[in-house]
């Protein structure tokens, strides 16, 4: 059943370029990105001129990262919230608010009840789920399935990386409708997009690495993980992975906060997980995060860094180097999530504990 692997979770993790291939098969045409369903008229989605997205866990990271493209694309501000936060804050909804609801089983009690209260607020709904019918799907005004397929283990994985990319087919179906991109750039994005599949395998070569790292590092007390702009969501996601599966202390940082607090976590030894900006599309960030990384190794960290192939810059400050295909720089969190879910499964199993039930953790949560 788990295919030869020592457990579900790095089966699933395996998955990921089909999980990504069937999410994009059908849902580009030559007139453009195609929706699953769709309730409302190509007007009612022109006129969109606010998005939420609301979701939990590891959809809310994916989330996070629609912000940046949708933003980019289609020039309309975009809020991301947390599911259980959303409704009871008196969120500004209209006709005109586009709530993107994220859920793998669709059934999540906090995303449901959110999805509820933008409804009664007149707000339009798309969801954006694993599990074809499920109750978000049928409340919602527009649907867009990723097709990860069922996912046995607890932890998130493929269906993950399937709701990132779905999130950037919604953000090019936005753009389009809008007009803030014409066909061919949509038709460009789209390509990029399923060139992924394909990195994503190649990303797949650094787990034996990955995986004997997380048997050295199975007996440290908390691993920090850092990361700027899209890698900020990525460090977020792999350390969800670390306390859920591994019982670990674990917490995700945007590296620019470092200064103004959690530098002084570094202590000797503590391993650090830097997520890396691409060197050629982000020089900027590229440098900063170089910087980020010489304070934390001049202050004893350990580092982890996952860098793209060719990032000569950053070799002299990672003990330890993970590299990952150079993609364009919305698309690195599909390949540099990947290193970071097998590191969590893997301490988790060095630990002695079932990486595919973690305690305290059901698959889907339908309370509140
Ligand atoms: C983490 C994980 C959870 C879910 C969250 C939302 O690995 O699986 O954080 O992502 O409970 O679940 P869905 O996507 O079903 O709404």
Known sequence: EKGGHDYF???EIEEQPEALENTLRGHFSGGGIVLDEQRMTEQDLRDIDKVFVVACGTAYHSGLL???????????????????E?????PVLGRDTLVVAISQSGETADTLEAVRHARTQRARVLAICNTNGAQIPRESDAVLYTHAGPEIGVAATKTFLAQITANYLVGLALAQ????????????????????????????STVDQVRTLGRELADS???????RHVG????????LKLKELAYMHAEGFAAGELKHGPIALIEDRLPVVVVMPSAKGRALLHSKMLSNIREIQARGARTIVIAE????????????LIEIPAVATLLQPLV?????????????????????????????????
């Open 221 to 227: 007390k908390a691993v920090l993980f850092l990361g």
């Open 232 to 239: 900020y969501p990525v460090a977020l996601e792999g350390a």
């Open 86 to 90: 959303f409704r009871y804050r008196d």
């Open 336 to 368: 540099s999530t990947v290193p970071l879910q097998v590191l969590a499964a893997e301490i988790a199993r060095a630990r002695g504990y079932d990486v595919d039930k973690p305690r305290n953790l059901a698959k889907s949560v339908t309370v509140e």
């Open 9 to 11: 979770m790095l089966k």
């Open 66 to 84: 629609a912000k940046y493209a949708i933003e980019h694309w289609c020039r309309i501000p975009v809020e991301v919230e947390l599911a259980s």
């Open 309 to 320: 192939e060719g990032d000569e810059a950053v070799r002299p400050f990672a003990d330890e």
């Open 177 to 204: 409708a809008r007009g803030t991109k014409y066909s061919d750039e949509v038709a460009r994005e789209f390509e990029e997009l399923a060139a992924m599949p394909q990195a994503v395998r190649q990303t797949l």
